[in-house]
Every structure is written in C-alpha cells, then in structure tokens.
C-alpha cells in the first residue's frame, strides 16, 4: 500500500521569493504535483488551509487562490463542512505545458509571418464568451480578430475578446508588431497561465473566405482562455488552422509522470 506523506513529514516548502511567478501560483504548483505523483491519490483529503499556510509560509488568501486553480481544473474538489478532496477519476484532468516556450515561439512567429484583415470593436458578449471570461452575460467585450499570412498565403485566423472594463486598448499597430501574450504584458497585464483546448471544426462562409478555402474544409481549432497574476480571465481566444498546414508534435517520455511536447506549431504555430 503506497504510503501518504503527511505535511509534517516533508520538508519545508517555503514558496521561492526570487522566482518571478507569483506566490499562490508556486502553491498550486506544487500541490498540483503532490496530486499526481501520488502524494495524494484519487479521494484523498488534502490538509486545511490552515496547515498548507503554515507549510509554505504563506496567507489564507494566497493559499486559497491557489486551491481556486485546483478547483477550476477539476482535479479536487470543495466538500461543505468536511474539507477538500482529490477528484477520484484525474483521468480528464489538462496536461501541464510550458507558456514560456509557446510565447517565445509565437513571439517568433509574429517576427517571420503577417498579420492582415485587422478588425478592433466593442460588441456585447454571448453566454459563452462571458462565462469563459467570468463576466456578467451581456457585458461589453473588445474583440479583435486579424488574420495571418506566411508566404503570402493565409494561414490561420483568430478571434479574442478582452473584458472591455479592463480598459486595455489595443490596436493594429500592436498586432502587427508582437503576439497577444507581449501585448498584454507590455501593458501591464501579468499572465499566470491558460487553459488550451485543442478540437476541430469546418470552414463556414466566413473562415473559408477569409483563409481563402472551400466551405466545409477541415479546420485545426485551439481556443485558449487565458488568466492574470489573480487568476482572473484576461483574454479568450480561438484560432483556426487550415488543417494542411498544422501539425501537432508530442514527444511522451516514460517514468516522469509527464509529458514533453511542442506548441503545435511545426506547420504553423500557435499565435
């Protein structure tokens, strides 16, 4: 039977102060792998705030916020006047990536594509748009889609909508210069990480005008919700790939306990 370390028998985990990311997000990372290298199994009871505050050194809210990522990837769960639990199936619980190397190799992307079609404007948000973005439905959104161009040709379009209260203005000449991760740092934004969903649709009307196909055409679609220092949403986006030009490269390693993989960008890449 696999032993459960308990908190007093590890060593102090004291969250790192000269490491850039911010202290709850070091909190859900390391619980997040405790949750997966079988610290604690399928239907274990995590230890009270109280203790994880004492343990790395940290306040309430911060180990709360922490708890809060863990909560919204489905891998534990709040159970009134009894305490929280690791989910009993992690089996559709979202891989880890590194967003360092997607912004690096996006940033790259932007330097040796175009992007074309621009269009900035205010619109009401859908149901859909304001629950990803954890807003009021209804509330103002700025969306911004462009679309990009390799060799002359095209080769993805995007759609992102921003909360409009956030007050973040962004405009042709940012989007042509630099990825939306960069733009959104350059003005101030400090991004803790997203959620990216990979799944495939057809081309409509529109998308197949714009990337210069056929309607009914297989497309790559990634949408990528993306989360603040708070973790709160600052941008939703998806892109769609003409499916020709995108490839999704994954290299799985055993005996880690995770895998390696690209952005899926070795056709294209994601922007």
């Not at 028998?9 to 102060?17: A, D, F, I, L």
């Not at 203005?169 to 803790?192: C, N, P, W, Y």
């Not at 009914?216 to 990528?224: D, F, T, Y």
């Amino acid at each position: 039977m696999t032993k459960i370390e308990t908190i007093s028998e590890r060593p102090s985990m004291m969250v790192n102060e000269t490491i850039r990311s911010p202290r709850y997000h070091q909190v859900y990372s390391i619980l997040r792998g405790w949750i997966f290298d079988g610290t604690y199994q399928p239907g274990a009871k995590l230890p009270p705030e109280s203790d994880l505050c004492e343990e790395f050194g940290v306040s309430r809210i911060t180990s709360r916020k922490a708890i809060d990522l863990l909560v919204q990837e489905n891998l534990i769960v709040r159970v009134q006047g009894k305490g929280t639990y690791v989910v009993d199936d992690l089996g559709d619980a979202p891989n880890i990536g590194d967003m360092e190397q997607l912004i690096r190799k996006t940033e790259k992307l932007s330097k040796k594509s175009k992007v074309e079609r621009i269009e900035i404007k205010q619109v009401a948000g859908d149901e859909e748009i304001c629950r990803d973005l954890q807003i009021p439905k209804g509330s103002a959104v700025t969306e911004v889609s462009f679309v990009r161009f390799m060799d002359g040709k095209p080769t993805g379009y995007r759609v992102s909508y921003l909360p409009a209260d956030r007050g973040l203005e962004i405009t042709a000449k940012d989007l042509r210069s630099h990825q939306m991760f960069k733009i959104l740092e350059g003005k101030g934004v400090h991004l803790s990480g997203a959620h990216q969903l990979l799944g495939a649709c057809l081309a409509d009307a529109h998308k197949a005008a714009l990337l210069n196909t056929t309607v009914g055409a297989p497309l790559v679609r990634i949408r990528l919700v993306t989360f603040d220092e708070d973790a709160k949403p600052v941008e939703r986006s998806t892109a769609y790939y003409l499916a020709e030009r995108y490839e999704h490269h994954v290299y799985l390693k055993r005996g880690t306990g995770k895998e390696e993989e690209s952005d899926g960008d070795l056709k294209v890449g994601a922007f």
